[in-house]
């Protein structure tokens, strides 16, 4: 079982075979400048990607969900799905953000003043000055609470599914509260009221996601199958990225400060972190020289190749220089260290503007 709201999940290829993911790479010819997150294999899976591929390549209207649950600090690895929103929205398609005010109340204890208030001042600030144009008509930020399109079609998808088989996809058990058992149909609604007619009816929906998703990607595409004599929904489309590896070795997470590099953090900070990051190299310099570096195992590596670095031959080039032992870490950590300061420079700069305009959103 995928546990969506706590483990962390490493062997990809597995998951794929295990749950019937597809090999993203299988679609990525069929896309019109596909992005560097997709040419890269950071995104790894997909469900049902080709009706997107066919929206795209044919002109044709397709949306893009994604939500937020708002219950800590906005990390570096987090900014993969704000590239991917900007991709989709430089492609066309609508975009529809949910913060999860109503699943942050019940699996968090969070309230929805606070939710509101870091979903803005950490997240959609940064989606902004990382250059999400918010400003756009298609573009949809909601909290669950107040959206009724949401919550009314939730509470219809209730009536398709039973407490049992909520059990079998999440694990509730007796002492799982209700509204807590309710959140993945708010979930649910979420990524189907885009096709609801007030929103422009049935079309194409991707939702970007961790593999710690799927569990709502297939139930969604099940009540969707559900529900096609009453709304025509289109089961939507899902694809699936890798999780950043952390500072530290393990999985990057925002309660773990030293996994992660915030994007709030300071540019001395944030250098600072880089700077310790544990990297692929050797023991000694000698093995280094002679056996090469490990950049598959290497967290400054997958810095740049998720964000530092555009330019895929120069990408290339060090991952060649580092497997035959021509650079030492040294000295790559101190590129890396060069890139993440113009980015978090550029970052900050951007951020009092993103405030004023974040302010306004909701
Ligand atoms: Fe990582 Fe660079 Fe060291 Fe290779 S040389 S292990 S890519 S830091």
Redesign the pocket.
Known sequence: MIDPWGSSIIDYEKLTQQFGIKAFKDVVGDIPDASKLMTRGIIFGHRDYEKITDALNNNKKFATMTGMMPSGRMHIGHKMVVDQLKWYQSMGSDIYLSIADMEAYAARNINKEESRRLALEEYIVNYIALGLDVTRDNFHLYLQSENDDVKNLAYLIGKKITFSQMRSIYGFDNSTNISHIYTPLLQVADILHPQLEEHGGPKPVIVPVGPDQDPHIRLTRDIAAKFNEEYSFVEPSATFHRFMTGLTGEKMSSSKPKTAIYLTDTVKDAVKKTKSAK???RDSLKEQKELG???DK?S??ELLVYHLVDDDSKLEE?KDK?LNGE???GE??ACACELLEKMFEDLNSKRSEAEEIAENLL
């Open positions: 990297t692929g190299g570096g490990q950049p290497c400054i590596y060090i580092c650079i030492l870490c790559c950590k």
